[in-house]
């Protein structure tokens, strides 16, 4: 799992969103999966986004008037899935976070915890190979924090996914295997972590 740490301001979230096929570099070449984005169109980015790559953020950004099952669902119903087939692989993703029996509730009805596992059951029911995390644990407690870190961390071993989190919570340190960290837009540090 890699790690993008820096102050407010340093650039974590632009990267973010170049990693993410959001944003076009001003300058270099970004690939994803082996296939270049740099010069891709916005609809042919989108391809990539929805085929290769989960997004969990700080804010979860679930619908609120939805219920748990239904803001995974609807990931894999903007991925063109059968409501049948999309019912049955939400409550897979669910239960894959431990949350199978919350199902029914809706996000005002979850702790922050609860509604960051949702988001990343969302994120990793297409099944992407790239998890890109937009300070994951920010609005949670240390707890619920170490909880969603150590579930990250499993989720790239266990996996086999590429799973970059951009945070500025030192807490989460020592749960990654590469740490990059950036100031005023630029790496200033890059080490690898063996564990």
Same mark, same amino acid.
């Given at each position: ?5 820096? *102050?407010?301001?340093?650039?974590? %979230? %632009?990267?973010? $969103?170049?990693?993410?096929?959001? !944003?076009? *570099?001003?300058?270099? @070449? ?16 989108? +391809? ?7 997004? =969990? &953020?700080?804010? &979860?950004?679930? &619908?609120? $008037?939805?219920?748990?099952?239904? @803001? ?32 029914? !509730?809706?996000? @005002? ?8 596992? +949702? ?6 029911? @297409?099944?992407?190979? #790239? #998890? !890109? ?9 240390? %707890?619920?924090?170490?909880? =969603? ?22 807490? #989460? ?14 790496? #200033? ?7």
């Amino acid at each position: 799992m890699a790690l993008v740490m820096g *102050p407010s301001g340093s650039g974590k %979230t %632009t990267l973010l $969103s170049v990693l993410g096929c959001l !944003l076009t *570099p001003d300058a270099g @070449n970004v690939s994803v999966m082996g296939q270049s984005i740099t010069g891709l169109s916005e609809r042919k980015r989108g +391809v990539i986004r929805q085929r290769s790559i989960g997004y =969990i &953020f700080q804010a &979860f950004r679930l &619908f609120h $008037s939805l219920d748990a099952i239904e @803001n995974v669902i609807i990931a894999l119903e903007i991925s063109g899935r059968p409501r049948k087939e999309a019912k049955d692989e939400a409550m897979s993703a669910l239960d894959s976070v431990g949350l199978a029996d919350k199902r029914r !509730l809706k996000p @005002n009805e979850l702790s922050g915890g609860e509604k960051q596992r +949702v988001a990343i059951a969302r994120a990793l029911v @297409n099944d992407p190979p #790239i #998890i !890109l995390a937009d300070e994951p644990t920010a609005s949670l407690d240390s %707890t619920s924090g170490s909880q =969603i870190a150590e579930m990250l961390t499993r989720i790239a071993h266990d996996q086999d996914r590429l799973v970059v989190i951009v945070s500025h919570d030192p807490r #989460i340190v020592q749960f990654g295997s590469r740490i990059v960290k950036l100031q005023d837009g630029r790496v #200033i540090e890059d080490v690898r972590v063996i564990r």
